[in-house]
C-alpha cells in the first residue's frame, strides 16, 4: 500500500532538506548542528543545550540513567543533551538532525534495558522528554492526555486524584517513563482485566501528526511497534479504566519446604484461568545468601484483586487452595495504595511516594542489571525442569537473579495478535523475564543469565522463541551497520512482533524511508529496490485494523 497522504505530509516536512556530505568531520558536524538549532530557524534556547563541558551534563545525563551497566566510564556519552520544553523545540531538533546527519536518541524515563536512549557508539545527542509530563484527565469522558516525560507513577496518582474510581493499565515501576512504555505495549497488574497500556491508547500527538492525520498503519505501528523507530511521540491520549474503591493486594512466600515447588508448578497452569478481576505474579528467588550460594528457594507470590478479601479468599479456595491464603495475608485498600504497595516502597510510604522520580525511589538503580524475556504457551514448564532452573539461581554471584512470571488469560486471550504490533496474546499461559542484579565489574553474570535463560529453552516458546520488546534484549540480534538489512531485523523483529513484523516494516518504509529514527533494534525501512514489490506483498495485513 502507499503511503497515505497525511503520511505524505509528515515525509515532506523531513525529506526537502539537504543531505549534508559524506563524512563530515565530527567536530563540524557538531558545531553545525548547534548552530542549526539555535539559528538556523531552530529557535532552541542555548540554555536548553548541555555540552560535556556544561557542569550539569552528567547530573542531567545520570538523572534517568536506570541500569547502572551503562553509567561507567567506558559507556559511550552523548555530544550534547537536548531538553527541549515546546514541541517546536522538538521539531527543531529533528529537523537540525536530518540536516546536519546528526544522530539522536529519544530518551523518555531512561528505563531502557540496554541503555538505548542515552548512548550509542558514533556521535549523538540525547533529546531528553523529561519536561513533557503534563498529565490532564478527562473525568467525565474517561480518558486522559499523558506527556511523553511523565512518569507511570505521576500518570496513576494524577488519574486517581481526580477519581478514585478511575485507574491506567500500564506497568508496576513508578519511575517508567510513558513514552518508551507506551511504543512497546506496557503490562502490570491490571493486563488481564483490560489489556495492556498500549491497548488502551486512543490518540497520540507527533511533533505535527495527531490520530486522523497520521493514518491507521501509522497509528497501529507507534502503540507496541517500539520506542526510536516511527518518529518522536509527544502525548499520548489513552482510555481509562474503571476500578472499586477497595481493592485487595497480597504478597505471600512459601519456601521450598513449605511445598513452594509444588504450588509454583500448580500456579503455572491455574494462574492464566483465574477471573480476570485477580492477576497473581509468581517470582522464584533465592535467600539467604552467603558469598557464591543461596541456601533457601523462595517463591513469592503477589495480587492484585478488584474486590474485597472476602470475596478473594473465597475464589482462592476454590481454584488455588494450594497457596493456603488467609485473611490475615490480604490486605483492603484504594487502587492507588495498591500501586504503592506492590512498588516495593517503604511500608509506611503514602501515594505521594509516587511523585518522587529521584533515585530516591526504591528500586536500587546503583546496581546493574540484564534481564530476558520468554513466553510459555500451550503447556506449562515440567516441575522437573522448573526445579532445575530454581536450582539455578542457588548459585548465585548477582546480588539478586530471580525468574519473575506474570500470568497471561483474560482480556489477552481475547484481543487478536494483530490488532496493535504486541502479537504474545492467546495461547500464552504466561510470561518470564529473568533477572540478574549485580554490583561488581563482571560481565560474568550475563553470562550466568544466558545459562538461565538456556535451562527454560525447551519449554517455552519456540520458532520463533518471543520476546518482549519492552524488555530489550540485544542478545537476540541487532540491526548492525547496515541498517537496512530487512532479513538481519527479522531475526529478532519476529519474536517481538510475530507475524506483525512485516506490516511494522511497511510502515517504517512509509513513513521513514531514510530511517532517521533508528537504534540498534529498531525496525528497518525496505532498501529502495525492493520497496514497491514488497509494500505491495504487505497489504493483506490491511485487514488488521482497530
Ligand atoms: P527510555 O526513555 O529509555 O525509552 C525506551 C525506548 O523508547 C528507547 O529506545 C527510546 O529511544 C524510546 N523512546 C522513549 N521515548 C520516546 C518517545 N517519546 N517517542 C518515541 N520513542 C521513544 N515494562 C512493563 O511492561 N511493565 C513493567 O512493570 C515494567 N517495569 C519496569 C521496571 C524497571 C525498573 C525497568 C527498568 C523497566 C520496566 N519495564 C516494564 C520496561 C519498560 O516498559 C521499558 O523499559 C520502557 O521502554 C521504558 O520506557 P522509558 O521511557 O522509561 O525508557
Known sequence: ????????????????????????????????????????????????????????????????????????????????????ISTSQIQAAVLCSRRHDFHIRIRSGGHDYEGLSYSYSSQFAVLDLASFRNVTVNRAEKTAWVQSGAVLGELYYRIAKRSPH???????????GVGGHFSGGGFGFLVRKFGLAADNVIDCRGRILDRASMGQDFFWAIRGGGGNTFGIAVAWKIRLVTVPSTVTVFSVVRTIEQNGLDIANKWQSVSSKLPKELSLDLLLTTTNRTKNRATIKIAIFSALFLGKTDKLLNLMQSKFPELGLTGEDCKEMTWLESVVFHGGFPSNATVEALLDRSKNSPLVWTLKYKCKSDFVRGDPIPESALLKMWEKLMEIEPEFGGILMFPWGGEMEEISEFRIPFPHRGGNLYMIQHMAYWSDEGERHVGWLRELYDLAGDYVSREPRSAYVNYRDLDIGMNGGEWRRYERARVWGEKYFGKNFERLVRVKTAVDPENLFRNEQSVPPLPRGIRSQRIAAGSQFDRCTL
Open 1 to 84: 500500500m502507499l503511503p497515505t497522504l497525511p503520511l505524505l505530509l509528515f515525509l515532506l516536512l523531513l525529506l526537502p532538506v539537504p543531505l549534508s556530505p559524506a563524512s563530515p568531520p565530527a567536530v563540524q558536524t557538531c558545531q553545525d548542528f548547534i548552530h542549526c538549532l539555535i539559528s538556523g530557524g531552530g529557535g532552541f534556547p542555548s540554555n536548553l543545550i548541555y555540552a560535556p563541558s556544561n557542569p550539569n551534563y552528567s547530573t542531567i545525563l545520570e538523572s534517568t540513567i536506570r541500569d547502572a551497566r551503562f553509567n561507567s566510564t567506558s559507556t559511550p556519552k552523548p555530544s550534547l543533551i537536548l531538553t527541549p
Open 166 to 176: 478511575l485507574a491506567f493499565p500500564a506497568g508496576v515501576t513508578n519511575t517508567v
